[in-house]
Each structure stands twice: as C-alpha cells, then as structure tokens.
C-alpha cells in the first residue's frame, strides 16, 4: 500500500515537474526568443495611424479671382443594422431619395437595397456608402439631410467628412481648367497639367491607443505635416471671360453650329485673356455631359484654315521687303493663278483701285499680287515660317494640335 501511495507521488510529482519545467521553458521563450516579434506585434495592434489630407492648390485668375478651389464635402453613409432595428428603412429611404435626386422607382430600389445590405452569413452590415450619388455632395446638400435626420429622430444615417474640387464660377473657363474627378483623379485642362504642383503632399499622425480607440495618456505621439499643393495664378480675366461665354452662348443658341471657339489676347503680350468653347461642361457636374465632344478643347486642340486674318503675314511680308505702295493701283475683282480663278468676296470687285484701299476692303485679288506675284513663292514661304505657322504655340494646355 505504501509502494502504491509513493510510486502514484512520484507520478503526479513528475508529472507537476514536467509541466513546471515545461511552463518555465515557454515562459523563456515567449519572454526571451519572441519577445521583440510580440512587442513589435502588439504595438501594431495599439498603434494607429491617420493621413491628414494635404489641401489641393487654388487655381485664380489675374486679378486673385478664385476659379478653383477644394471645399468640404461628405459622403453619406448608411449602418443597415441600426436601420433594421429601429424599422424605420422606409423613412430613410425617403429621406435621401428627396435629398439625393433619386426619387425615382429605379434610384428608390437602389436606396432599399443599400439600406438593407446584408453579409454573406445573413447579418447586416454595419456601414454601407451610398455612391454615387451621395458621394461628396455639397454642404448645402448635407445640411438637408442633417434638418431632416434631427426632424424625424432618425438614426443609421452618417455624413462622413471629405474634400471636393469646386469651381465657383461653375461653366465658365472649363476647357482651360479641366476638372478633378471624385475618385481624386485630375482629368484634362490645368488640372491635369499642373496637378503634380497642385496637388501637395498628404501628412499622417501616428499615437498608441486602447481598445475602443482612445488615445492612450502619455503615448508616443509620431506626426509629419501635410504640405499643400501650390496655387496658380492665370492670365486670364474673370471678366472678360465672363463677356466672352455671354456673347457666345447668344449667337449659339440662335444657331446652334456643331462647335464655337473664341480667344482673347493682348496684343502687346500675347498673354491670353479669355479662351472659350462651345458645347461646354460645368466641371462641378462633370458627369451631366450630352456628349463626349463637350469635353474637346478646339482652341488648342483643333486646326483651321485662316481665312482672311492670314493676309497680315502677306502684307507684313510686303511691307518689309518695300513692296507695298499704297499709291499704286491694280484691277480688282478677280485674277487668274495656276489651276483657279481668285474672286473678291463681292465676285465683281470695285474696278481699278489703289493697294491702301484693296487693304480696306480686304480685297483677295490685292493679296495675291502682293503674295504670288510680288513676294513670290520661297519668300512668302520664309515669313509663314518666321510667324511661326505649322509649329506649335507651346502654351501650357494639354492636347495642342
């Protein structure tokens, strides 16, 4: 019996020794081999870290005037599991459908399935965003949707802080600035060209936290500032800008032409002072389009035969080589040139006039003797080339043809 007694001693003995030890070992391990890996673990998971958004630069005209700008902007956001609870899914839905433009059966449905959005075992999810039409709404939008949530107690609805691209003066100057996307992407004109120098650089705060996420007292705190992109200043003018659109939009709706250009320059400078294009687009709305022409650039991006407004290269060419009299006179209304008679614009011409008068009437006949038969070919050539015809402007737009 007392064998038995000692020998069932020694086994539970052992046995606690061979767990102790065991104990020991694992206490080593973990404190000793791991003891960095499960530090550098746990301090991940006490660890958080934010970006803070660097502000995109202002774009201004040439007097300062704001001509794009980042704004707040919210997304809204939907908690199905509290909605569900509360069972009030249909003022909800009512709610954003009024807010958000979605009344209709087809944008109600789409509310209805969001706000009751499930997981895939069954449970609803605790925040589902509304996209897209309760991505980055305005802040008038959002104070809507603020008075009616407070109105009707509602609860499950969220208006999640973002930043927006805003033009100000909506439509005006959008071939020249292009537009910045909601998916943070800049999409033609200075926005696209300039977005490196606009778009700065973000920062980030670092801190340790608890559980529920709270900064912890004392915790290392580890924060790099965000650096704002920089602003660009124009030389175009809001005003003359504004002038521009105005008679345009006159002449286009009394017309309606497949597309219209205009530009503004000083002339002493070749600053441009207002550059514009019909069909256009409002950059704010970029997604309201009638078609995918509306976003053509044709001041830079399209090329024309000059018209009448090229006769200045022929006469400066004149000019300097002394070959324009304004004395002398030549017999309007048309000439004869290899392969084509060259008609005046009224056909009939004006008789015998002198070079000073077929300059007034912007007579064709009077430029072709000045250019073909006065200059000749390789001279007209040379002064075409020294205007600078057939190269580009380099004006800092993209797309110039």
């Given at each position: 019996?007392?064998?038995k007694v000692r020998a069932r001693s020694l086994l539970i003995?052992?046995?606690?020794?061979?767990?102790?030890?065991?104990?020991?070992?694992?206490?080593?391990?973990?404190?000793?081999?791991?003891?960095?890996?499960?530090?550098?673990?746990?301090?991940?998971?006490?660890?958080?870290?934010?970006?803070?958004?660097?502000?995109?630069?202002?774009?201004?005209?040439?007097?300062?005037?704001?001509?794009?700008?980042?704004?707040?902007?919210?997304?809204?956001?939907?908690?199905?599991?509290?909605?569900?609870?509360?069972?009030?899914?249909?003022?909800?839905?009512?709610?954003?459908?009024?807010?958000?433009?979605m009344n209709t059966a087809e944008g109600l449905q789409k509310?209805?399935?969001?706000?009751?959005?499930?997981?895939?075992?069954?449970?609803?999810?605790?925040?589902?965003?509304?996209?897209?039409?309760?991505?980055?709404?305005?802040?008038?939008?959002?104070?809507?949707?603020?008075?009616?949530?407070?109105?009707?107690?509602?609860?499950?609805?969220?208006?999640?802080?973002?930043?927006?691209?805003?033009?100000?003066?909506?439509?005006?100057?959008?071939?020249?600035?292009?537009?910045?996307?909601?998916?943070?992407?800049?999409?033609?004109?200075?926005?696209?060209?300039?977005?490196?120098?606009?778009?700065?650089?973000?920062?980030?705060?670092?801190?340790?936290?608890?559980?529920?996420?709270?900064?912890?007292?004392?915790?290392?705190?580890?924060?790099?500032?965000?650096?704002?992109?920089?602003?660009?200043?124009l030389t175009i003018d809001q005003n003359i800008q504004y002038?521009?659109?105005?008679?345009?939009?006159?002449?286009?709706?009394?017309?309606?032409?497949?597309?219209?250009?205009?530009?503004?320059?000083?002339?002493?400078?070749?600053?441009?002072?207002?550059?514009?294009?019909?069909?256009?687009?409002?950059?704010?709305?970029?997604?309201?389009?009638?078609?995918?022409?509306?976003?053509?650039?044709?001041?830079?991006?399209?090329?024309?035969?000059?018209?009448?407004?090229?006769?200045?290269?022929?006469?400066?060419?004149?000019?300097?080589?002394?070959?324009?009299?304004?004395?002398?006179?030549?017999?309007?209304?048309?000439?004869?040139?290899?392969?084509?008679?060259?008609?005046?614009?009224?056909?009939?011409?004006?008789?015998?006039?002198?070079?000073?008068?077929?300059?007034?009437?912007?007579?064709?006949?009077?430029?072709?003797?000045?250019?073909?038969?006065?200059?000749?070919?390789?001279?007209?050539?040379?002064?075409?080339?020294?205007?600078?015809?057939?190269?580009?402007?380099?004006?800092?737009?993209?797309?110039?043809?």
């Open positions: 019996m007392v064998k003995g052992g046995v606690f020794t061979l767990l102790f030890v065991s104990l020991v070992v694992r206490m080593y391990w973990v404190q000793v081999v791991e003891a960095s890996w499960l530090l550098n673990k746990a301090e991940a998971m006490w660890e958080t870290t934010q970006v803070i958004r660097a502000k995109r630069g202002t774009i201004v005209d040439r007097n300062n005037k704001i001509l794009a700008e980042d704004a707040p902007a919210y997304t809204v956001a939907v908690n199905p599991y509290v909605i569900h609870n509360s069972k009030t899914e249909k003022e909800v839905a009512d709610v954003l459908a009024r807010a958000l433009n509310l209805y399935s969001l706000i009751t959005k499930k997981k895939p075992d069954g449970s609803f999810l605790s925040q589902v965003e509304i996209r897209n039409e309760g991505w980055k709404i305005d802040s008038a939008t959002a104070d809507k949707i603020k008075k009616e949530i407070k109105e009707k107690d509602l609860h499950g609805i969220y208006l999640l802080e973002e930043q927006k691209r805003y033009y100000p003066a909506g439509q005006l100057a959008s071939h020249i600035l292009g537009y910045f996307d909601k998916q943070g992407k800049a999409v033609m004109g200075l926005e696209k060209l300039y977005d490196e120098t606009l778009h700065g650089t973000p920062g980030s705060i670092s801190y340790e936290k608890d559980e529920n996420g709270n900064k912890l007292p004392n915790a290392k705190v580890v924060y790099k500032p965000a650096k704002d992109g920089k602003s660009i200043k002038y521009i659109e105005h008679a345009m939009e006159k002449v286009y709706d009394k017309f309606r032409p497949k597309s219209m250009t205009a530009i503004a320059v000083d002339p002493k400078t070749l600053e441009v002072l207002g550059m514009s294009n019909l069909p256009a687009f409002n950059p704010n709305e970029y997604w309201s389009f009638h078609d995918q022409k509306d976003f053509f650039n044709h001041a830079v991006g399209s090329q024309y035969e000059p018209g009448s407004t090229f006769k200045i290269v022929t006469l400066a060419g004149a000019v300097e080589e002394g070959l324009f009299n304004p004395n002398d006179t030549y017999m309007s209304g048309r000439i004869k040139v290899p392969g084509a008679w060259i008609h005046d614009h009224n056909y009939v011409g004006w008789g015998r006039i002198s070079y000073l008068d077929g300059l007034k009437l912007s007579s064709n006949v009077a430029f072709v003797k000045l250019g073909y038969e006065k200059l000749g070919e390789q001279k007209l050539r040379d002064y075409i080339k020294a205007f600078g015809f057939g190269e580009k402007t380099g004006i800092d737009l993209p797309g110039e043809a």
